[in-house]
């Protein structure tokens, strides 16, 4: 079993910055896929961005430029650096694992922005 716990989240300004961390259970050297989704109020949720070993790094258009995803393989953590955060992204966000085509989810860490 698999276990992904996020933390880092919180109550910010528009144009500020958060880190969000989630530590894994199992060597994320080891996991080809990992990426952060959110789900804000009333919305689906949706992909943030992801990382995989071989094919590097991916972002949603909305936050390309201002949130950058890695990964630290000797601590298994990924990690989300948020800056220039707007009300928008006001969210939960997830951390998920992709193990033999199995998805894992952390419980999710809140996200506010205020305006």
């Known amino acids: 079993q698999v276990q992904l716990v996020e933390s880092g989240g919180g109550l910010v300004q528009a144009g500020g910055s958060l880190r969000l961390s989630c530590a894994a259970s199992i060597n994320t050297f080891s996991i080809n896929y990992m990426g952060w989704y959110r789900r804000a109020p009333g919305k689906q949720r949706e992909l943030v961005a992801a990382s995989t070993i071989r094919t590097s790094t991916n972002y949603a258009d909305s936050v390309k430029g201002r949130f950058t995803i890695s990964r630290n393989y000797a601590e298994n953590t990924m990690y989300l650096q948020m800056n220039s955060l707007k009300p928008e992204d006001t969210a939960v966000y997830y951390c998920?694992?992709?193990?033999?085509?199995?998805?894992?989810w952390g419980q999710g860490t809140q996200v506010t922005v205020s305006s």
């Open positions: 998920n694992a992709r193990i033999n085509n199995f998805d894992y």
